[in-house]
């Protein structure tokens, strides 16, 4: 169990993340979500210790990660794949983090055939693809068997095979009922892999609720509008006056979030503009996350400039 009470961390004039509180329990597979510099790695810093929080708390298992007695048998982390040094082989890597920490050998070969790198044992870790060094990450993180598993972005860069393992894997150690907590900022990969979600945007929680219950959420009407003549710039002033969101599309076409059919076609005729196409769209989860996250809030204000 991870706890966290009004977590925040600033960095000069930057609020990195903003009075978070949230619980990831055990036995399923947590996803934290979020765009580039939404908070999600200096949240996990703070869970190991690495930063100290400017205020609030977080605990794992009750404790918080600087009083846990031996770490490496409570809490298995990876924040990046490719911090090993590039001349040991894998075997040497994980042999060397086993022996500071008190862990015998045969752990060693364990959680090498665990993530699938044991034919590579003997191979330097400077000459693995990315997806072989994530698998490192991964022993590496296992070697304590912990219960808590901390991993930001290990499904970055791996393929659809990659991808399909690590599902397999990171599904079977919540499955034991270990608390498995993974960070990406990559929508689809996450509601793959993921049975609960924790958004954040701008360093706050968006969202956390099951990736079912997310998918489900967002009833948005969502209309794709191309207007007979020109560009379509009164219209969507309207739209976003309307209180409606607009995006346009590379093509020209624009995107309406947030107003049904009949309201933009009523708003196109009393601006006096001629509609050619409307298509009412199913909701994409890109949009979902975008809205979630804050990423509309910005692209409103970019229709606003069209005023
Ligand atoms: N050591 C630091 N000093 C100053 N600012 C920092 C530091 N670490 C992070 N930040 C800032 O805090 C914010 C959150 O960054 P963080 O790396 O936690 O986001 P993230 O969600 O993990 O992003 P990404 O997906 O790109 O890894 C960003 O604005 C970042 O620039």
């Keep these: ?33 979020g765009p580039n510099g939404s908070g999600k790695t200096t949240t996990m810093r703070m869970i190991l210790g690495l930063d100290r929080p400017s205020a609030g708390s977080v605990t794992v298992n009750g404790h918080r990660y600087v009083d846990l007695p031996v770490p490496m048998r409570e809490v298995g982390a990876m924040l990046d794949a490719r911090a090993v040094h590039p001349r040991r082989t894998a075997y040497n890597h994980l042999r ?59 499904a970055n860069g791996l393929d659809p095979e990659g991808m399909h393992w690590i599902r397999g894997l990171l599904r079977d150690l919540a499955g034991e009922g270990r608390t498995v907590l993974l960070s990406s900022h990559a929508l689809n990969e996450m ?25 489900k959420s967002d ?18 002033r309207a739209v976003v006056e309307a209180g409606a969101d607009v995006r346009r599309m590379a093509d020209g076409a624009l995107l309406v979030s947030g107003l049904d059919s009949t309201r933009i076609s009523a708003l196109a005729a009393a601006g006096g503009e ?3 196409e409307l298509t009412p ?4 989860l890109e949009e979902t996350f975008m809205r979630l996250t804050g990423a509309y809030v910005d692209y409103r204000a970019v229709a606003g400039e069209w005023r």
Excluded: W
């Design 1 to 33: 169990m991870i706890e966290a009470l009004g977590l925040t961390k600033r960095y000069g004039d930057v609020l990195a993340v903003d009075d978070l509180s949230f619980r990831i329990p055990p036995g399923q597979v947590t996803g934290f979500l």
């Design 96 to 154: 060397c983090l086993a022996r500071s920490n008190g862990i015998g050998r045969s752990r060693v070969d364990a959680v090498l055939e665990l993530v699938g790198l044991d034919g590579a044992a003997d191979t330097r870790a400077g000459t693995f693809s990315l997806g072989m060094a994530q698998r490192l990450g991964i022993a590496a993180a296992l070697l304590g068997d912990p219960g808590v598993l901390i991993l930001d972005e290990p």
């Design 191 to 215: 509601t793959h892999i993921a049975d609960h979600l924790i958004v954040i945007g701008r360093g706050s929680i968006v969202a956390d609720a099951s990736t079912e219950q997310l998918l």
């Design 219 to 236: 009833d948005t009407p969502r209309v794709l509008v191309r207007v007979a003549d020109g560009y379509g710039e009164s219209l969507s």
């Design 274 to 276: 001629d509609i050619s």
């Design 281 to 284: 769209q199913v909701a994409s």
